[in-house]
């Protein structure tokens, strides 16, 4: 590989490492192109992006970056699942993982947090996002539909008393 492809594949990662809130380092032993295939779809279906990296381009590239603790963990094989969302990506690795014993997960990074493999499994298990914002609408949507029920129930007790007694007095007219 020439000076400069390595030169941009550096540039490359450097701004994906800029962009991202979680990267999550994996270890892809013996995943053949298919299974290749159908894990960058399942990221890229969950809103991350699966790379595979050359250590020593992927070391210089978190130099400088809130991810430059990861890189310890670029020995052997690896491959990055990143996401701006702080869950999508260890979410999609995990599963993937589960079904998959061929790839490893093997740490990750959110927000200058090191977080091992026990842990990127713990954040995968969290709602996503979109999930916890439909959460709150549907909490913040709760109290104000029961409020409308409790307010309107005593106007047609009212008014069924009102009827009842009208009706009584008819019957004894």
Do not use: H, W
């Amino acid at each position: 590989m020439e000076r400069s492809q390595k030169t941009e594949l550096i540039d490359g990662l450097k701004q994906v490492f800029s962009s991202v809130n979680l990267v999550v380092v994996t270890r892809p032993t013996g995943l053949t192109v298919a299974e290749t295939t159908d894990l960058r779809r399942r990221m890229r279906a969950a809103g991350a992006g699966y790379r595979v990296t050359k250590n020593t381009l992927a070391r210089l590239a978190l130099a400088g970056t809130a991810f430059e603790a990861l890189a310890d963990m670029f020995v052997g094989p690896t491959a990055i699942a990143y996401s701006e969302d702080p869950i999508a990506a260890a979410k999609a690795a995990v599963d993937f993982a589960e079904k998959n014993q061929k790839l490893v997960i093997v740490g990750a990074a959110f927000e200058r947090q090191v977080l091992d493999a026990a842990r990127v499994t713990a954040l995968a298990k969290l709602p996503s996002l979109d999930q916890l914002r439909g959460q709150l609408v549907g909490l913040l949507q709760a109290p104000a539909s029961r409020i409308a029920r409790v307010v309107q129930a005593p106007a047609g007790q009212l008014a069924r008393v009102i009827n009842a007694y009208a009706t009584k007095e008819q019957k004894a007219a």
